[in-house]
C-alpha cells in the first residue's frame, strides 16, 4: 500500500533551519508529483510547493520564495522540504502529500502523517 | 490567485441529519475542486475530486455538487465518524493550490 512517512519532530530557534523528510514507498516514486502543505496551530491549510521526483524541478508559494527549498533522492524514494530564516509563525505541522490524477483532474491523494516544526527562542 | 471562501465556518449538528457545506471560488474554476475531510491530530483525508466523484473507500453519504464558482459538499445521515473538520481546495489555476478556510462539524 502507499506510504508517506515523514520525520519527526523538531524545536528550533528562530533564523535557523530545518529539514523535513518524506519517505515514500507502495508506488512509482518517480510517477508522482509531491507538494507540501502546511498547517499552523489551530489554522487551515497553507499550500507551500511542490517537486517533479522524477527530474527534481520544483515550483513554489510565492510567500516561501528564497527561503524554501525542495529536493529528493530517488534512490531512497524520500523527498526533502528545507525551510531556512524561521520565525515563530513558521510554527505548524509541515504535511507532504503526493498528488494522484485522473484525466485531466488530480488531487492529494495520499498525505505523509504530518512533522511538527515549534520555532521558539 | 484565486481565493477559496467556505461557509459557514462551524456548525453543529445531530447524528443522523443531513449536513451542507459550501465553497465559493474567486473566479470559475470548473469542476477542478476537491473535498477533504480532517480529523483531530491527523492529515486531511481525500473525499471528493473534480467537484462531484467520489474517493475509493469514502462512504456514498458524502456528494459533491457545483461547476464555475459555487460548490457544495452534502453529508446524508450524519455518523458520529463524520465530525471533523472540512476544506475546499481548487486546482485549476496553479500554483498555488489554495485551500477554503475549512468548516468545522461539531455534535450539537
Known amino acids: 500500500q502507499v506510504l508517506l512517512v515523514q520525520s519527526g519532530a523538531e524545536v528550533k530557534k528562530p533564523g535557523a533551519l530545518v529539514k523535513v523528510s518524506c519517505k515514500a514507498s507502495?508506488?512509482?516514486?518517480?510517477?508522482?508529483?509531491m507538494h507540501w502543505v502546511r498547517q499552523a496551530p489551530g489554522q487551515g491549510l497553507e499550500w507551500m510547493g511542490m517537486?517533479?521526483?522524477?527530474?527534481?524541478?520544483?515550483r513554489n508559494a510565492q510567500k516561501f520564495q528564497g527561503r524554501v527549498t525542495m529536493t529528493r533522492d530517488t534512490s531512497t524514494s524520500t523527498v526533502y522540504m528545507e525551510l531556512s530564516s524561521l520565525r515563530s509563525e513558521d510554527t505548524a505541522v509541515y504535511y507532504c502529500?503526493?498528488?494522484?490524477?485522473?484525466?485531466?483532474?488530480?488531487?492529494?491523494?495520499?498525505w505523509g502523517q504530518g512533522t511538527m516544526v515549534t520555532v521558539s527562542s | 490567485d484565486i481565493q477559496m471562501t467556505q461557509s459557514p465556518s462551524s456548525l453543529s449538528a445531530s447524528v443522523g441529519d443531513r449536513v451542507t457545506i459550501t465553497c465559493r471560488a474567486s473566479?470559475?474554476?470548473?469542476?477542478?475542486l476537491n473535498w477533504y475531510q480532517q480529523k483531530p491530530g491527523k492529515a486531511p483525508n481525500l473525499l471528493i475530486y473534480?467537484?462531484?466523484s467520489l474517493q475509493r473507500g469514502v462512504p456514498s453519504r458524502f456528494t459533491g455538487s457545483g461547476s464555475g464558482t459555487d460548490f457544495t459538499l452534502t453529508i446524508s445521515n450524519l455518523q458520529p465518524e463524520d465530525f471533523a473538520t472540512y476544506f475546499c481546495?481548487?486546482?485549476?489555476?496553479?500554483?498555488?493550490?489554495?485551500f477554503g478556510q475549512g468548516t468545522k462539524v461539531e455534535i450539537k
Open positions: 507502495g508506488y512509482s516514486f518517480t510517477n508522482y508529483y
Open positions: 502529500a503526493r498528488r494522484g490524477r485522473s484525466t485531466s483532474w488530480y488531487y492529494f491523494d495520499y
Open positions: 473534480a467537484a462531484s
Open positions: 517537486i517533479n521526483p522524477s527530474g527534481g524541478s520544483t
Open positions: 473566479q470559475s474554476i470548473s469542476t477542478y
Open positions: 481546495q481548487q486546482t485549476y489555476s496553479t500554483p498555488p493550490e489554495t
